[in-house]
């Protein structure tokens, strides 16, 4: 709704409640009655000499007309409705919009909003198809690719948030989060009767951050969730629209968090003395900040080119060899898929991040060269054990880089020539001969694939859910 529809709408408002017509209205401010109807339809631009008249004649304050919210209850339904019947999904309709008269009674009008914001609630929901999110996240991944996985912008903002707890070097406690916390006016509190699909839930009116009571097993820690929420407020994030606003909010909020446990300042030095040494290890990394693979993995991508001018790429992969991750900008040719998606692509089975299962000894990185069509690449892989299944984490260079890593020495060596499917997805002449037509195999289905996001909503919590949550928790004083 346009301003000036927002001033006749107050106009209107306070001359109804004056009692005046257009006639007696227009006599008071020198104006004809057709005139002041052009106005009050938000057809006409008033001039400054006929706003501070109408205001007097009103008795009411200038900037109290000027005001841009509602006047009154059934002006908001009417705010509502104007801006509806103006989107292009109502046009898409093909509907004409009932005229909206005086008798138009607040029950009808409230009804009418309520049935279009369902349509509007339904359509949305109807665009969270896995096609959207897969092209999203492939876009994002591109973008991230041309920054080199880098964002000085979230970067200050985490050091400026860090320097607050007083933090020095190592790893950051959860005493020094929680003084991050309260620099921003919020408490940590812990519960254990969180919405099974929030992994944390902030209370605005009151100033808490409710986390579990313990860190999730395979999963992120109390820590990174609780500044996950901390980024929520600091970007001003806003219940997401889309699949892309949506991972582009998930992204923000894990960078930042990862840039709180692992400040720039003290990273980089950690990773400049260990390329000094020809020793940089991600287990090294991560056991200095005290997060898990994953991360101190994700971190090292984001620092490594824009620091330390070494270009290289990421692989989150499951057991079954399929993609959940990944990113490179040093020219590995990643497995996709027509639409250059590579989430749920299968990785070839000579590569790190899947020969790496086959080894007895997993407490340890597993090192490899692998030549492929592009190239000769060294990896370095740490097999994990989430709450289902293994995967493995893998960060691997172009081979002239490969001199800065510890493990550069291995002589562990193979050849891939993917995406050929004779490389590793067809199988040699003679077992087809043998055993074509003669086994049969029953898919796994996964659930999730099954499993539409709660109610168009990205995150996934019901409204219910997390009202339901906030009520047990909003006494001041309530013990958790």
């Known amino acids: 709704m346009s301003s000036l529809d927002v001033l006749g709408q107050r106009i209107r408002h306070f001359r109804q409640q004056r009692g005046f017509t257009l006639e007696d209205l227009g006599e008071h401010v020198g104006v004809t009655a057709s005139a002041l109807s052009l106005v009050e339809n938000g057809k006409r631009e008033a001039k400054v000499s006929l706003l501070n008249a109408l205001a007097e004649s009103l008795e009411v304050d200038l900037a109290e007309l000027l005001n841009q919210s509602p006047p009154s209850p059934r002006a908001a339904l009417e705010?509502?409705?104007?801006?509806?019947?103006?989107?292009?999904?109502?046009?898409?309709?093909?509907?004409?919009?009932?005229?909206?008269?005086?008798?138009?009674?607040?029950?009808?009008?409230?009804?009418?909003?309520?049935?279009?914001?369902?349509?509007?609630?339904?359509?949305?929901?109807?665009?969270?198809?896995?096609?959207?999110?897969?092209?999203?996240?492939?876009?994002?991944?591109?973008?991230?690719?041309?920054?080199?996985?880098?964002?000085?912008?979230?970067?200050?903002?985490?050091?400026?948030?860090?320097?607050?707890?007083?933090?020095q070097s190592g790893a950051i406690t959860h005493r020094e989060v929680e003084l991050m916390a309260k620099s921003l006016g919020f408490d940590i509190?812990?519960?254990?009767?969180?919405?099974?699909?929030?992994?944390?839930?902030?209370?605005?009116?009151?100033?808490r951050i409710y986390l579990p009571p313990a860190s999730i097993p395979g999963g992120h820690g109390l820590r990174s969730m609780a500044l996950q929420a901390m980024a929520h407020l600091l970007l001003k994030h806003r219940v997401p629209q889309t699949y892309e606003e949506f991972l582009q909010q998930r992204l923000e909020i894990n960078y930042f968090a990862a840039a709180c446990l692992m400040p720039r300042t003290q990273a980089v030095d950690f990773l400049r003395d260990a390329k000094k040494q020809r020793n940089i290890a991600v287990e090294d990394f991560r056991d200095a900040f005290g997060v898990t693979h994953e991360a101190a993995s994700l971190r090292?991508?984001?620092?490594?080119?824009?620091?330390?001018?070494?270009?290289?790429?990421?692989?989150?992969?499951?057991?079954?060899?399929?993609?959940?991750?990944?990113?490179?900008?040093?020219?590995?040719?990643?497995?996709?898929?027509?639409?250059?998606?590579?989430?749920?692509?299968?990785?070839?089975?000579?590569?790190?991040?899947?020969?790496?299962?086959?080894?007895?000894n997993r407490t340890t990185e597993y090192y490899q060269y692998t030549d492929t069509p592009?190239?000769?690449?060294?990896?370095?892989?740490?097999?994990?054990?989430?709450?289902?299944?293994?995967?493995?984490?893998?960060?691997?260079?172009?081979?002239?880089?490969?001199?800065?890593?510890?493990?550069?020495?291995?002589?562990?060596?193979?050849?891939?020539?993917?995406?050929?499917?004779?490389?590793?997805?067809?199988?040699?002449?003679?077992?087809?001969?043998?055993?074509?037509?003669?086994?049969?195999?029953?898919?796994?289905?996964q659930a999730h694939t099954l499993s539409p996001l709660h109610g168009g909503t990205f995150p996934g919590v019901s409204d219910v859910e997390l009202f339901e949550f906030l009520e047990r928790h909003e006494e001041p004083d309530q013990t958790h």
Not at 85 to 93: D, I, K, Q, T
């Open 79 to 167: 705010q509502r409705w104007r801006e509806s019947v103006n989107e292009p999904l109502f046009h898409s309709l093909g509907l004409q919009p009932p005229r909206i008269t005086r008798s138009t009674t607040d029950d009808v009008l409230a009804a009418l909003n309520g049935l279009y914001g369902e349509i509007h609630r339904r359509e949305q929901q109807a665009l969270a198809t896995p096609e959207e999110a897969r092209r999203a996240n492939t876009e994002q991944r591109l973008r991230m690719r041309e920054a080199n996985n880098y964002l000085p912008e979230l970067e200050t903002l985490a050091e400026d948030l860090v320097g607050v707890s007083g933090h």
């Open 189 to 207: 509190v812990h519960a254990n009767d969180l919405p099974k699909t929030a992994r944390s839930v902030t209370d605005l009116e009151n100033g």
């Open 300 to 360: 090292f991508t984001n620092l490594a080119t824009e620091f330390l001018d070494i270009r290289l790429h990421f692989l989150r992969v499951g057991d079954d060899g399929g993609v959940y991750k990944a990113y490179e900008n040093d020219g590995l040719r990643l497995p996709t898929d027509v639409t250059g998606a590579t989430e749920g692509q299968i990785v070839c089975r000579h590569w790190s991040a899947r020969q790496a299962f086959a080894r007895t």
């Open 374 to 445: 592009e190239g000769t690449f060294w990896e370095s892989t740490q097999i994990g054990t989430g709450q289902a299944d293994e995967f493995s984490i893998t960060v691997g260079a172009a081979f002239d880089d490969a001199k800065w890593f510890r493990g550069r020495d291995t002589t562990e060596r193979t050849h891939s020539s993917c995406p050929e499917l004779e490389c590793c997805r067809r199988p040699e002449a003679d077992m087809t001969a043998k055993w074509s037509g003669k086994a049969w195999t029953s898919a796994r289905l």
